[in-house]
Every structure is written in C-alpha cells, then in structure tokens.
C-alpha cells in the first residue's frame, strides 16, 4: 500500500508541474506577458501566452525562430491575415482564432484538416506561423496524430505576439 501511495504522490507532481512541453515561453520576456492561460493535464494540454512590445521596442521573427529553433520548434509555413477577416470570428462574444490543426498523417485514409478554438488578444492584420515541434497531437480513439501544433500570432506591426501549443490527445 505504501509503495502505491508513493507512486501516486509522484505520477500527481509529475503530471502537474510546471514544466511543459512548450514551458521556453513562460520565461521569454515575461515582463510583457499580458495574457497567460496554461491548461495541462495527464492526457494533453494547452498554452496561450500574449506579449506586448515597450514602446520603441518590436519582435522580430527572426529572433523569434531563432528561439524556437533551439527549442525544437521548426518552422512550416506562414499566412497573413487582415483585420477585416477577423471581424466575425468570435466564440461567445469574445475574440478567437481558429488554429489550422492537420489532425492526421496525410497518408491516413482519413486525412482532413481540422481546426482547435483559442481566444485571439490581437485585433490587427497579423500573420500566423505554424512550427513542428516534438509533441504530438493524437485523434481520440484513432493512432493518428500530427506535431505541427506550435502557433506564433505577429501583429503586423511587430507589437503584439501570441503563442498557442497543444498536445496530447
């Protein structure tokens, strides 16, 4: 019984400490960290962290990859959009981005492109940068799964930044 508890003590601080997969942001600029949500689990979890610039300062990309290339984040590809696009793009009156997510492998059978909900803090033209990184999402109840789950958000003026993560199933 003794051994059990202990394990149980020590899968708990396991699976809730504060060390995630993407855990490199939380210290990045932490003193312009404006949002933070940090939801983690036994199966998966999500971050969300956005940034704002001091005045006279900006993020660059190439920093910014340069940072997520040390952390075994690889840059795919980009898309810009334009505040018009976003306008109606709300979750309960509020903000959000939808996250183009490939949840299968694309030689699966089932290969489709879904998307994962995540609130937006920029309201600007921005562009949106999707990374593989070492974690994997999994379909539920399938083997199929994807590692370009990493997000940057740029405001088009280089002032804003969000980062979104996720893993796990």
Same mark, same amino acid.
């Given at each position: 019984?003794?051994?059990?508890?202990?394990?149980?003590?020590?899968?708990?601080?396991?699976?809730? +400490?504060? $060390?995630?997969?993407?855990?490199?942001?939380?210290?990045?600029? =932490?003193?312009?960290?404006?949002?933070?949500?940090?939801?983690?689990?036994?199966?998966?979890?999500?971050?969300?962290?956005?940034?704002?610039? %001091?005045?006279?300062?900006?993020? #660059?990309?190439?920093?910014?990859?340069?940072?997520?290339?040390? !952390?075994?984040?690889?840059? $795919?590809?980009?898309?810009?959009?334009?505040?018009? *696009?976003?306008?109606?793009?709300? *979750?309960?009156?509020?903000?959000?981005?939808?996250?183009?997510?490939?949840?299968?492998?694309?030689? +699966?059978? !089932?290969?489709?492109?879904?998307?994962? +909900?995540?609130?937006?803090?920029?309201?600007?033209?921005?562009?949106?940068?999707?990374?593989?990184? !070492?974690?994997?999402?999994?379909?539920?109840?399938?083997?199929?799964? =994807?590692?370009?789950?990493?997000?940057?958000?740029?405001?088009? %003026?280089? #002032?804003?930044?969000?980062?979104?993560?996720?893993?796990?199933?």
């Amino acid at each position: 019984m003794k051994k059990i508890l202990i394990l149980l003590i020590i899968f708990n601080f396991i699976s809730c +400490s504060k $060390i995630t997969p993407s855990g490199f942001w939380l210290n990045y600029e =932490t003193n312009l960290i404006t949002e933070k949500q940090n939801d983690q689990g036994p199966f998966g979890g999500t971050l969300s962290i956005n940034w704002i610039a %001091d005045n006279g300062s900006e993020f #660059k990309i190439k920093e910014l990859t340069e940072l997520t290339f040390e !952390n075994d984040w690889k840059l $795919i590809d980009s898309t810009e959009y334009k505040k018009a *696009e976003l306008t109606n793009i709300t *979750e309960s009156g509020k903000p959000n981005i939808n996250l183009p997510l490939k949840n299968f492998k694309p030689e +699966s059978k !089932n290969s489709n492109t879904e998307s994962k +909900s995540f609130p937006r803090w920029i309201e600007t033209d921005f562009t949106l940068y999707r990374f593989k990184t !070492n974690w994997h999402i999994f379909e539920s109840g399938t083997d199929d799964s =994807t590692n370009e789950n990493g997000f940057i958000l740029l405001s088009s %003026d280089n #002032k804003k930044m969000t980062v979104y993560h996720l893993w796990g199933e």
